[in-house]
């Protein structure tokens, strides 16, 4: 590991004066759901909005190009690690308010909390995301989102900081938002705080329907908090025309014989062929060697490209 990024003793003082923590040759498995990769040599802890808004901003400034990181559920990195700073952003707390029904909240606000008191405060528009995990930073610049809505649907603005250092608002239709996808991959603005309009709703109804939610995903889905996996590897299939739907990517796999696969310690999960899970011994490698072969055995059988939804990151070899 390369760890020749250092950062001057003031610096690292000035970091935790704001309440970041700061860690050397962290090992990366800590910060994902996968539970793989390797080090990086300095791991930036930022468990708040504060905390975030200046840490970024004077890592900027002293002419760093950090990586930001949420919840890590969406993110295979390698087993060599990273030779770049890492800021997480998580809140220790969950952080939102309502007004009417405006409600706003941290990026690094957990999605499932904000689904579970959205539908609390009688407010539809977001219990769909219910069990899904990772913040609402990562879930709005991935455009996450089940059962035919997405994050797009109901943002109003968000609170980003540039890649200057400088703090700005963006429109929800500037965001270019696409199915699992949003120009936010691309710009590196960092996501600080956002906005939803959500509609009013029966708090009955709608703790009902997240109860059915949750339900459902422990039906088909490894519990992520005891099993490393990072959900559904691959985006569904693009409809060939504006009157289909989406056609799910786990279909196809099934299909090509995914279920029976297995590089080293990663496999299929028994109940979804889109979801690797990784058992002990399992490496970020395999993940990814398994996942090229799932790809290739669809493209073989269908003519079908599958895209990743996980994000790779690091050297893979």
């Not at 040759?25 to 708040?48: E, H, I, K, M, Q």
Request: aromatic share 6%.
């Amino acid at each position: 590991m390369n760890t020749s990024i250092r950062l001057t003793p003031e610096l690292v003082d000035e970091l935790t004066a704001h309440e970041a923590v700061v860690s050397l040759d962290y090992p990366l498995s800590n910060a994902t759901t996968f539970r793989l990769g390797g080090l990086c040599p300095v791991f930036v802890d930022c468990p708040n909005v504060p905390s975030l808004l200046h840490a970024w901003p004077l890592l900027l400034r002293h002419g760093y190009a950090p990586r930001l990181i949420g919840g890590g559920s969406n993110l295979l990195i390698s087993d060599a690690g990273l030779n770049e700073i890492v800021v997480r952003y998580v809140e220790r707390i969950s952080d939102f308010k309502r007004e009417d029904q405006i409600v706003t909240v941290s990026a690094g606000t957990q999605l499932d909390d904000l689904a579970r008191q959205t539908a609390a405060w009688g407010l539809d528009g977001l219990v769909v995301c219910s069990g899904i995990p990772g913040t609402v930073g990562g879930a709005i610049a991935g455009n996450a989102g089940a059962f035919g809505q997405q994050m797009g649907d109901t943002l109003v603005d968000i609170r980003v900081i540039d890649s200057d250092g400088n703090v700005k608002i963006r429109l929800a239709n500037e965001l270019g938002f696409s199915y699992r996808r949003s120009n936010l991959q691309e710009s590196g603005d960092v996501i600080v705080s956002a906005r939803f309009a959500l509609s009013p709703a029966r708090v009955t109804e709608l703790q009902a329907r997240r109860e059915e939610i949750l339900a459902l995903r422990a039906e088909k889905h490894p519990d992520w908090r005891t099993t490393p996996t990072a959900g559904s590897f691959f985006k569904n299939i693009a409809p060939t025309s504006n009157a289909d739907r989406r056609q799910a990517a786990g279909w196809y796999l099934e299909q090509a014989g995914a279920m029976a696969m297995r590089v080293g310690g990663a496999r299929c999960f028994e109940r979804h062929a889109n979801i690797v899970i990784v058992e002990p011994g399992g490496t970020a490698r395999d993940v990814k060697q398994l996942t090229e072969n799932m790809a290739a055995a669809v493209k073989e059988k269908f003519g079908l490209v599958l895209e990743p939804e996980v994000k790779a990151l690091g050297t893979f070899v």
